[in-house]
Nanobody, 121 residues
């Protein structure tokens, strides 16, 4: 069993910052790519950013230069630093991870329960 738990969401004014965290726990040998996605009601879940085990990052164009993903492999944790937030960033943010329970047993899609981020004055 593997669990992802997000934290750090909340209400922030436009131009403000938030830092999300996601901790993976359970039967984990290692974690490959970790990432953040977001979803607003009535729309599909969209990719925000990913980071590989080696630290290679990828960002959606809409967040480049404003959001920064990082990870602490020793703590099985991924972070999302969100700066210069805009009302369009309002969404439920989900953590995702590709988890190895053993070197050969891989869970491709582990998801957290989501954390709400609201950007509003």
């Amino acid at each position: 069993q593997v669990q992802l738990v997000e934290s750090g969401g909340g209400l922030v004014q436009p131009g403000g910052s938030l830092r999300l965290s996601c901790v993976a726990s359970g039967s984990i040998f290692s974690i490959d790519t970790m990432g953040w996605y977001r979803q607003v009601p009535g729309k599909q879940r969209e990719l925000v950013t990913t980071i590989t085990g080696g630290g290679t990052t990828n960002y959606a164009d809409s967040v480049k230069g404003r959001f920064t993903i990082s990870r602490d492999n020793a703590k099985n944790t991924v972070y999302l630093q969100m700066d210069s937030l805009k009302p369009d960033d309002t969404a439920v943010y989900y953590c995702n991870a590709r988890v190895r329970r053993t070197p050969s047993i891989v869970i491709d899609d582990c998801w957290g329960q989501g954390t709400q981020v609201t950007v509003s004055s």
